[in-house]
């Protein structure tokens, strides 16, 4: 079944800091499908609104929107969060590095022959080859960057990793 | 000082939660170009999940879209001020009736009615907060989690520190 989103009202949060270095934080939900410099802007009145009110410094601002799957098939038996197929990508900057780890990577996507078998993801798999398209290239409108905020370009390694082993 | 500007900090943030057979959580998290809208995230978000769905037992169990923000002259924090743990809680009565809070840490002390825990409604200052919410800023308003509008201001009140058990 393909993934339907419930769609959640959008949070813009405020973190505040007071004078002994604690912090915390208010909340605000507004509409989901508010346009994001509308919520932008509204997130600056609010900030402008409520520092008047506290002995705190405002310290910054999250905008988060909610994206909770309609239905999701359930975990399977073969499922386990602490096997996890590694995809590191490289950006166009040398050494920049993005890593995303696929939790409970199924054993069917890993190669099968060779030295790298049941440990190497099979990256010639149609699967892993539209994800790794997806990172790369993206959807035609947005495509993921690295931590500095550079493009990826390539996979240099794709592997299982267990932890404990 | 006052706030006078909000800027983005890094891209955007798409952060997917997964949880297998024994219940356990466990997260990754892919970056997106500052300037995405929403829509452009949501849509990215719906074709990597569908992906991912093929490579993971796990179960999929939500993901998070988060952008942060750094402040630009902000007021520092008042030495010897209320505690982040002292809060205006203010509660909102929705189109529907239910009631939802918003809550500033740290509200200062000047605008507690003396004697009481109630907030003076009537001050500048946080009628201005209260109006924003109620009313918005002609653009946006709030809603409460289940997207309704909120409608009126039921209360306001300081809850203190000590009430925390601190």
Same mark, same amino acid.
Not at chain 1, 16 to 41: F, L, Q
Not at chain 1, 107 to 131: E, H, R
């Given at each position: 079944?393909?993934?339907?989103?419930?769609? %959640? +009202?959008?949070?813009?949060?405020?973190?505040?800091?007071?004078?002994?270095?604690?912090?915390?934080?208010?909340?605000?939900?507004?509409?989901?499908?508010?346009?994001?410099?509308?919520?932008?802007?509204?997130?600056?009145?609010?900030? %402008?609104?409520?520092?008047?009110?506290?002995?705190?410094?405002?310290?910054?601002?999250?905008?988060?929107?909610?994206?909770?799957?309609?239905?999701?098939? +359930?975990?399977?038996?073969?499922?386990?969060?602490?096997?996890?197929?590694?995809?590191?990508? =490289?950006?166009?900057? =040398?050494?920049?590095?993005?890593?995303?780890?696929?939790?409970?990577?199924?054993?069917?996507?890993?190669?099968?022959?060779?030295?790298?078998?049941?440990?190497?993801?099979?990256?010639?798999?149609?699967?892993?080859?539209?994800?790794?398209?997806?990172?790369?290239?993206?959807?035609?409108?947005?495509? +993921?960057?690295?931590?500095? %905020?550079?493009?990826?370009?390539?996979?240099?390694?794709?592997?299982? %990793?267990?932890?404990?082993? | 000082? $006052?706030?006078?500007?909000?800027?983005?900090?890094?891209?955007?943030?798409?952060?997917?939660?997964?949880?297998?057979?024994?219940?356990?959580?466990?997260?990754?998290?892919?970056?997106?170009?500052?300037?995405?809208?929403?829509?452009?995230?949501? $849509?990215? $978000?719906?074709?990597?999940?569908?992906?991912?769905?093929?490579?993971?037992?796990?179960?999929?169990?939500?993901? !998070?879209?988060?952008?942060?923000?750094?402040?630009?002259?902000?007021?520092?924090?008042?030495?010897?001020?209320?505690?982040?743990?002292?809060?205006?809680?203010?509660?909102?009565?929705?189109?529907?009736?239910?009631?939802?809070?918003?809550?500033?840490?740290?509200?200062?002390?000047?605008?507690? !009615?003396?004697?009481?825990?109630?907030?003076?409604?009537?001050?500048?200052?946080?009628?201005?907060?209260?109006?924003?919410?109620?009313?918005?800023?002609?653009?946006?308003?709030?809603?409460?989690?289940?997207?309704?509008?909120?409608?009126?201001?039921?209360?306001?009140?300081?809850?203190?520190?000590?009430?925390?058990?601190?």
């Amino acid at each position: 079944m393909p993934f339907v989103f419930d769609h %959640q +009202p959008i949070r813009v949060t405020l973190h505040y800091r007071d004078h002994t270095g604690k912090t915390s934080e208010g909340r605000a939900n507004v509409a989901y499908g508010s346009v994001r410099a509308d919520i932008e802007s509204f997130a600056l009145a609010l900030s %402008q609104a409520a520092e008047p009110l506290t002995d705190c410094e405002i310290i910054g601002v999250t905008l988060t929107l909610p994206l909770r799957p309609e239905y999701s098939p +359930p975990a399977l038996p073969d499922s386990d969060r602490s096997r996890s197929g590694v995809f590191i990508f =490289e950006s166009v900057t =040398e050494g920049d590095r993005f890593v995303m780890p696929i939790p409970s990577i199924k054993t069917a996507k890993l190669l099968t022959t060779g030295v790298w078998a049941g440990i190497s993801i099979d990256q010639a798999d149609p699967d892993v080859a539209a994800l790794v398209d997806l990172m790369l290239v993206g959807d035609g409108t947005l495509a +993921p960057q690295s931590y500095a %905020q550079n493009d990826l370009f390539r996979v240099s390694a794709a592997y299982r %990793q267990h932890r404990g082993l | 000082m $006052a706030i006078t500007a909000i800027s983005a900090v890094g891209g955007v943030s798409l952060n997917i939660s997964f949880t297998d057979k024994t219940g356990q959580s466990s997260n990754t998290t892919v970056n997106l170009p500052a300037t995405a809208t929403l829509a452009e995230v949501e $849509a990215y $978000a719906l074709a990597l999940l569908q992906e991912i769905e093929t490579l993971s037992d796990c179960l999929i169990s939500g993901a !998070t879209v988060s952008i942060g923000y750094g402040i630009t002259g902000a007021t520092a924090a008042v030495a010897g001020g209320n505690y982040a743990e002292d809060k205006g809680v203010f509660s909102f009565r929705t189109a529907a009736g239910k009631k939802s809070q918003i809550t500033i840490p740290g509200m200062k002390e000047a605008f507690r !009615t003396v004697g009481a825990r109630s907030l003076d409604t009537t001050d500048v200052d946080v009628a201005a907060f209260t109006t924003l919410i109620v009313d918005g800023d002609g653009t946006i308003a709030p809603v409460d989690t289940n997207a309704e509008d909120l409608d009126l201001l039921l209360s306001a009140r300081m809850r203190q520190r000590s009430e925390l058990g601190v």
